[in-house]
């Protein structure tokens, strides 16, 4: 799958965050609900495992069950180390 990323014009880190979302261009299997696939995680590692410097990011995920805020599959990437 491939991912785009976007600045949150919310952020809720004063550093900012990002969200990470699957292209909409593939609308047949983009254009889904906030579930993860096991290709879903798998390209979490391999984006995560690009991350320069490592540890400098997190990217975190939280489904529907769990007060995610848009029922549309995303994630959060933020700075680390925490505030």
């Given at each position: 799958t491939?991912?785009?990323i976007y600045?949150?014009?919310?952020p809720a880190d004063s550093r900012g965050h990002f969200?990470?979302?699957?292209?909409?261009?593939?609308?047949?299997?983009?254009?889904?609900?906030q579930t993860l696939t096991r290709s879903d995680c798998?390209?979490?590692v391999e984006i995560s495992?690009?991350?320069q410097p490592p540890a400098s990011a997190l990217i975190c995920y939280n489904s529907?069950?769990?007060g995610?805020?848009?029922?549309?599959?995303?994630l959060h990437i933020w700075p680390n180390?925490?505030?």
């Open positions: 491939d991912w785009d600045h949150n014009i919310s969200l990470l979302m699957p292209t909409l261009s593939g609308r047949n299997t983009n254009w889904r609900g798998a390209d979490i495992s690009a991350i529907m069950g769990a995610a805020s848009q029922n549309h599959i995303h180390p925490p505030i």
